[in-house]
Antibody, heavy 117, light 112 residues
């Protein structure tokens, strides 16, 4: 059974940092692209970042470029999102999702990030 | 990276058909056959229901169908059921030097 489990969310002050993790199981992690998507409270989905299966191709939404860093460890079946210089508008549930030819076919349950003083 | 445009809400009675539009540009929806649709129930993670414009993943009801014309994609739900009440989001592939993705603004479907 495919599973994606996010962790690392929490309360952080503006300007602070957090590192999110997403542990995958039930499939060959190294064969799949992965993304992070976020959803602010009561709002819609926003694509955040993409990483290719080998980690050689990475992209970011303009809203997080230069502040967030996506990475993966295929040996550990893990995806990461390092978030620096956090702002109030980064408050959201962050989901990781498995990506196959531009479709996001499995999603984790999400981890909540709250940026507030 | 502007969000794709969807109607905020669509409603219908049980058994009816409804259609949700998703309008982008020639750089995203119109430029690639990589439009997908997601259903999200309250406090749940999104679920893929249509990919590559009109394909259904295994296990998704054939009451869901997708299409595209120019820069606008559409999701049709036929034989509307109470369990279809949820938020629906489209998504499209796009790119600059690297793959990028964009979601729609989301549509709340209400079953009357």
């Amino acid at each position: 059974e495919v599973q994606l489990v996010e962790s690392g969310g929490g309360l952080v002050q503006p300007g602070g940092s957090l590192r999110l993790s997403c542990v995958a199981s039930g499939f060959t992690f190294s064969s799949y692209e992965m993304i992070w998507v976020r959803q602010a409270p009561g709002k819609g989905l926003e694509w955040v970042s993409y990483i290719s299966n080998g980690g050689g191709t990475i992209s970011y939404a303009d809203s997080v470029e230069g502040r967030f860093t996506i990475s993966r460890d295929n040996a550990e079946n893990s995806l990461y999102l390092q978030m620096n210089s956090l702002r109030a508008e980064d408050t959201a549930i962050y989901y990781c999702a498995r990506t196959l030819t531009a479709r996001f076919d499995f999603w984790g349950q999400g981890t909540l990030v709250t940026v507030s003083s | 990276q502007s969000a794709l445009t969807q109607p905020a809400s669509v409603s219908g009675s049980p058994g009816q058909s409804i259609t949700i539009s998703c309008t982008g540009t020639s750089s995203d929806v119109g430029g690639y056959n990589y439009v997908s649709w997601y259903q999200q129930h309250p406090d749940k993670a999104p679920k893929l229901i249509i990919y590559d414009v009109s394909n259904r993943p295994s296990g998704v009801s054939n009451r869901f169908s997708g299409s595209k014309s120019g820069n606008t994609a559409s999701l049709t739900i036929s034989g509307l059921q109470a369990e279809d009440e949820a938020d629906y989001y489209c998504s499209s592939y796009t790119r600059r030097d690297t793959p990028l993705y964009v979601f729609g603004t989301g549509t709340k479907v209400t079953v009357l």
